[in-house]
């Protein structure tokens, strides 16, 4: 039997918003889709802007 010596790197740690590109506050963090905001309203303008470029592609 063959064993599967490939292994992953870690992942990075995500240290500023995506949206805002503020510092990411340990108590203050909000986690969606495998990403960190640092609000609710950064997710959502992030999420709109992925379905802009999304639609300006096609």
Same mark, same amino acid.
């Given at each position: 039997m063959a064993q599967d010596t490939t292994k992953q790197a870690p992942q990075e740690k995500q240290t500023n918003c !995506? #949206?805002?590109n503020k510092p990411l506050r340990k108590i203050k963090q *909000? *986690?969606?889709?495998? %990403? *960190?905001f640092c609000t609710k309203k950064c997710w959502r303008?992030? !999420?709109? %802007? #992925?379905k802009e470029e999304k639609n300006a592609k096609e």
């Open positions: !995506l #949206a805002c *909000y *986690y969606r889709n495998g %990403k *960190y303008v992030a !999420l709109q %802007k #992925a």
